[in-house]
């Protein structure tokens, strides 16, 4: 969580800052900062709680002069959210500027012995420690700030992104970063420089970019090519990337938010998935990422599915994909239970990690401690050249575009895309599913994009219904088999967005406790396009009429039986079962995206959530 962004060069840094803060807007929104500098002025920093548009209206008619700048956009960890709080922080002296995304886990050791040495601290976040050690080892060796910075950073136990200015040296910006992710951007030339914590503040100026690798520490000086170091003070050489962004995908268009956007986007962004993957003349699925390395994946005797939040949902539905149709065991673990868990896991275990991120802490460390074992890890995420992407030994991105919204959609379905067809090639190449499945599965596939836009058409019919929801309390979703991740999926959108308590159940796991919940208050949301588990689904819901549950039914189209029973009904087409989860989710997207707007609340930026959850 927390967005940086740095610009050095010949244009006025402040628009390019305040340009790149909104693209980073997802990673935290609860105060915003900058500080400007250029030669023969102070440094000046104005902060402000609240998002960035905030911080725009406070500097109308300031001093925003300065060609070198950095800023922040915070969620906050230690501390607040206000405006002393925010970022960028000053040193002692106010000569040192800096901005911060991670934590700093031995600040407050540090704090002590900064206080007994005669500094004073103004907020009460962790970054400011960091700020002020840096000037008193400057103070100390008579060191410039590179090497400042390289020796606090040696102190630092956490996680970090950070960059400094320094008013005694202003055309200069060091950036480092352990942990947390940051990208440098190099225009023609050396003539200017960009820093950020995602490429999307950068790309519209430059493709070249270079990735900054755990420990490593940037010093861009205007006029020359940048300088890697490493924490050991060893030069690297730095690995300068072609990255091209999509921006169309970046816009809103008609729609009033990003996410209602990115649920509509989803028939297309599941073809954008399966293209040249989904061979649909030769009826087969070809991934390169099997071709590539056919053995560890083939030949593998366990799977581990690593990941959190909605991607840890997709990765309940690859387990039964898996399980299903290549034979092999899987488990699905959080990964910040999994990271502290003393794992069984080594050489000859495949761990499958998912983010669409893919700069989500606990799943990155998750990946270190399997790495260090001995694991083979297989990426699927979203966020091209992300740090998970280049910490997996192999992987597939699910190409579905930059996710804008706080609350995850399309890639979900996306990362559903992606397991099922990773399970069909794995399983195929294992002679594991027969033939006729794999070819009437890949079939079906093909109609999964259609049969969506055949479910967003219902968008006004569940508007309606959830005009009734607005004041409600709490809600349960119950799912069975394939659906029963859809369920929980369908209860965090709503948690996220409408903050509304919601929990999800397996149907039959309701006897067993939840079931003592339901009365006339309770809405339930009970997903039943399961043919296979369609009557006992059916005994579920009537299980909840008894208690006089409201019943909101997802049913596959032309449904006679739960029509007479459920409240509300939403239709989608048929499909196979294995396939369902890709229908049955969207009713739930949409479900919660229009309880949100009623509310009133800010669908796109919930309260205290971050898309990038950078800090364990
Ligand atoms: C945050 C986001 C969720 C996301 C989760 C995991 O909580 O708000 O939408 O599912 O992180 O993120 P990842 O990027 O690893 O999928």
Redesign the pocket.
Known sequence: MCGIVGYLGKREAFPILIAGLKRLEYRGYDSAGVALLSSGKDLRVYKEKGKVANLEQLVAGRDLSGTIGIAHTRWATHGEPSEVNAHPHLSQSGRLALVHNGIIENYSALRESLREKGFTFRSSTDTEVLVQLIEYIQQKYSTDLPSAVRISLNKIVGAYAIAVIDREEPDMIVAARKSSPLVVGIGEDNKEFFIASDASPIADYTSQMVYLDDGEIVTIRRGKPIQVINLNNETIDPKIEQVEMDFGKMQKGDFPHFMLKEIFDQPDCIEDCMRGRLLTSKKRIVLSALQLHHKELVEAKRITII?????WHAGLIGKQLLESYCRIPVNVEYASEFRYSNPVIGKGDVVIA???????AD?LAAIQLAKEKGAYIFGIVNAVGSSIARAASMGTYIHVGPEIG???TK?FTGQVTVLTLLSLAIGRERGTIDPETYQQIVTELANIPDKIRKVLKSNEHIEEISKMFTYAKNFIYLGRGYNYPVALEGALKLK?ISYIHAEGYPAAEMKHGPIALIDADMPVVCIATDKTLYPKTVSNIQEIKARHGHIIAIVPEGDVTIHKIADDVIEVPETLTCLTPLLSTIPLQLLAYHIAVRKDLNVDQPRN?????TVE
Request: glycine residues 8%; proline residues 0%; contains cysteine.
């Open positions: 990941s959190c939040g909605t991607s998912i983010s669409q991120s893919g700069e989500t799943t706080v609350a995850s890639a996220e959530l971050a898309k990038s959850v």
